[in-house]
C-alpha cells in the first residue's frame, strides 16, 4: 500500500535534547559505543503506558503529548542501549510486519548501524493531537573509521509517529530509525545479490506523441494499466530502493515477488497519468527529475512543475535525480558532473524535504557506452555527493541486483512497443 511507504518528513522544529546522562557509559557487547543523551527517568523496560516526563521537549506539554514523548524516549534509550527487544515491544502491530520476528528486527539494526557511533538522541516539540502525534527526532551519528560525506546528516530531524493503542501509545514510524529512513552505507559492502526487476518507463500517455523519437518511449496509459493489473493479480510487490538497500546492506526481508517502477525524465504525464494510476493500484513508484527542466516545455516534450512533483512526493512516491540537464556524464569535465549530480540533489531534496540518496544516469551513459576511467569517475562523483545508489539504462536487461555494485543497479526497459506477454517475460530475466 501507497501510505506504507510515506516517508518520514525533515520539520523546522527547534530541536530539544534528550536531558543527557551525567555520564556516558560504554556497554560492551552493543555496536553503539558512545552511549549520550539518555534521560536519568528515562526507562529501560517497557514503559509505553507510563507518564515519563517529557522533559525539555513542549514547554507545555499535556498529558496526551507526554505520554507519547516518554514512549519514543523509552525508544530511543532501547536503541542507544542497544535493547532491541524493548524497541519491539514499543511498535505498533503493523510496524513488526516485514521483519520476519524480533530476530530479523535485532539483526538490522546491528548490520545498519555497525559503521557508526551514536553521540546523542534528541527529540524536538510533538505535533499533532489524538490518538497520533508526530515527533522529531534526531539521531547524532559519526562514522566510526570514516565514511561517505553527507549521508549521516540525513539521520536528523526526522518525524516519528506514535498511535495510540488500547495497550497505550506505540512507535508506528520510528523516523531516523524507521526502516524507510536514509541507507547507512556499510564502509565493505556485503557478498549479497537479490533478483529484483526495476522497470524503466519514460511516457505513459494515451497522447500520440508528438516525434517519431518519443514512440518507443510512450507506454500508453492503457497498456501501463494493463502491466499494474498483471502485477497485482500475478501476486507482484512494488517496493522502493530503499527497501531493495535494505535487504542488501542489512538482511531486512522483502515481500513475495517484490518489483521497482521507475520513469524517468520526469514529464508532465509522469503525473497526470502515470502516478494516479499507481496510486489506483495501491504502488509506490520513483520519477528521476531532470531539475532543471522542470516546469518547462522543451521540444515535444513538457515536464512536471514543482508542485507536482512536491505533491507526488507528499503521496508516498520516490522523486530521485536525473541530474539538472541530462548531459551525457562522463563527456563533460569533472567539474561539471560534480555540477549536475550535486545541484540536482540539492535542489530536489530542498523542495520535496526528503533524503534523495539515488540517482539514474541520463541515457545510461558512461555506463553504456563510455570508458572505464569515466564510469570510475563518475562513481566517485557519485560518493562524494551523498548517492548511495544508481540505477542504469543497460545494453543488456537484467535483474540481479548486487551489494557489490550499488551505482550500477540494471534494469529492464519498458518500451511502447512491449506487449504483455513480453512484460512478463521481462520479469523474470
Ligand atoms: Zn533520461
Known sequence: MVARYVYPCYTSAIMCPISPSTTPRRLTGLLLATLIAVAPSAPQRDHATSAVGSGRATNTPSITDSSAVATLRAYATAFANGRYDAMWRLLTPAARAGWGGHAGYATYYQRKFAPVRLRGVTLGAPQGAGSIVRIPLTLDLTWRHGGQPDVLTLLRNLNATLTRTPAGWRVAQGGPLDPEAPIIPPPVPPASAVRVPILMYHHVSDTPPLAYSQVDLTVTAHDFTAQLAYLSTHGYHAIRLVD?????????????????????????????????????????????????????TLGVNTYVTWPQVEAMAAAGMDMESHTVSHPDLGLLDADRDAYELRFSRAVLAGRIHRAVQFMAYPSGAPFRSGTLAAQARIRTILVRYGYIGAVLDPVTPGTQQDARAPYELPRVRVAGATTLAQFAARLNL
Do not use: E, K
Open 244 to 296: 531493495l538497500f535494505n535487504t542488501l546492506y542489512y538482511g531486512r526481508l522483502l515481500p513475495p515477488r517484490p518489483v521497482i517502477l521507475t520513469f524517468d525524465d520526469g514529464y508532465a504525464d509522469s503525473y497526470t497519468d502515470a502516478f494516479p494510476l499507481l496510486r489506483r493500484y495501491h504502488m509506490v513508484g520513483a520519477f528521476y527529475i531532470i531539475t532543471g527542466l522542470v516546469g518547462t
